[in-house]
């Protein structure tokens, strides 16, 4: 397996959960990493990115609840998510993309999605 999701589940309104991502294989340092989500009959979407030296960039609905951050020693790349909303349900999966290259270029593994639920 290239890429390991886990931590997904089934929270209230205003609750918090933390996404995990590891990856196996070389060069984890050079990718950039992303978590996209998916809404039933919706397109995926990126979320969070973070390039290898520890850039990151986020969707606007996002920005100020989610942070993303990644651990080159342990091939781990982590999703924060705070103050969730019923919005933010969706599967969310783990991506790494192609060496020295953002992931709108192209993406290298994806992981098992991992579903995100969030009640009112």
């Known amino acids: 397996v290239q890429l390991q999701a886990s931590g997904g589940g089934s929270v209230q309104t205003g609750g918090s959960l933390r996404l995990t991502c590891a990856a196996s294989?070389?060069?984890?340092?050079?990718?950039?990493m992303g978590w996209y989500h998916q809404a039933p009959g919706k397109e995926r979407e990126l979320v969070a990115s973070?390039?290898?030296?520890?850039?990151?960039r986020y969707i606007d609905s996002v920005k100020g609840r989610f942070t993303i951050a990644r651990d080159n020693a342990k091939n781990t790349v982590v999703l924060q998510m705070n103050s969730l909303k019923p919005e933010d349900t969706a599967v969310y999966y783990c991506?790494?993309?192609?060496?020295?290259?953002?992931?709108?270029?192209?993406?290298?593994?994806w992981g098992k999605g991992t579903q995100v639920t969030v009640s009112s």
């Open positions: 991506a790494r993309g192609m060496a020295l290259r953002p992931l709108r270029y192209g993406i290298k593994h």
């Open positions: 294989g070389r060069f984890f340092s050079l990718d950039d």
């Open positions: 973070i390039t290898g030296g520890g850039n990151t």
